[in-house]
């Protein structure tokens, strides 16, 4: 069965620095793996998407994320982050055969931004 | 604009009611899913739908009815037999594969909150 890990339940970065979360899944074929960021009371807005080619994938909002085979893992970064990047971020992991089967959601990371 | 639709936004209900949530696409998709949401527990599956008339029990279906009637709507309904119902609800639709647009839509969600 498929199942996402993301380690860090709340994080604090102060406003302009790096940010890195973490996100490691487990899947046996070859995963579709995504990034969804939550502002609060709201739906989920995607923020990039790895299906194959180049492990490096950019996103919107100035994200990007890295996929590492060897790991099992697609952690999200941006180099410096905004006011506005507080909210919740959930990484999920589908197949293949997106759109006939249900995608598998981590239980997110909160990201706090201090001035 | 295409989009998902969840109404309404904030919903009260009373202990041992049934309470039906909302939930329009008019991105012709074929598959629409209900998720439930609370806090530290990311998102879990309630229901999904692959075809009009048809639908699979998700992770948590226990206390959930749903229906599938039209393409267009999914709605779902909170039963008396769900033993703890306040929670933030999403509904997603997802496009069928082969479409070239590969992720999921998510509506603005519905927070249930039972007294």
């Known amino acids: 069965a498929q199942s996402v890990t993301q380690p860090d339940i709340h994080i604090t970065v102060s406003e302009g620095a790096s940010l890195e979360l973490r996100c490691n899944y487990s899947y046996g074929a070859t995963p579709y793996l995504f990034w969804y960021v939550q502002s609060p009371g709201q739906g989920l807005q995607l923020l990039l998407k790895y299906f194959s080619g180049d492990t490096l994938v950019q996103g919107i909002k100035g994200f990007e994320a890295e996929f590492k085979r060897s790991q099992s893992s697609f952690n999200l970064r941006k180099p410096s982050v905004h006011w506005s990047d507080a909210a919740e971020y959930f990484c999920?992991?589908?197949?293949?055969?997106?759109?006939?089967?249900?995608?598998?959601f981590g239980t997110g990371t909160r990201l706090t931004i201090i001035p | 604009d295409g989009g998902i639709t969840q109404s309404p936004k904030y919903l009260f209900r009373k202990e041992g009611q049934n309470v039906t949530l909302s939930c329009e696409q008019n991105?012709?998709?074929?598959?629409m899913y209900w998720y439930r949401q609370d806090p530290g527990q990311g998102l879990r599956l309630i229901y999904y739908s692959q075809i009009v008339n048809d639908f699979q029990k998700g992770d948590i279906a226990e206390g959930y009815s749903v229906s599938r009637e039209k393409k267009e709507s999914f709605p779902l309904t909170v039963t008396s037999a769900q033993k703890n119902p306040t929670a933030f609800y999403l509904c997603a639709s997802y496009p069928p594969a082969g479409t070239g647009v590969s992720r999921a839509f998510f509506g603005q969600g519905t927070r249930l909150t039972v007294v």
């Open positions: 991105l012709n998709h074929d598959a």
């Open positions: 999920a992991v589908g197949s293949s055969n997106f759109g006939n089967e249900k995608l598998t």
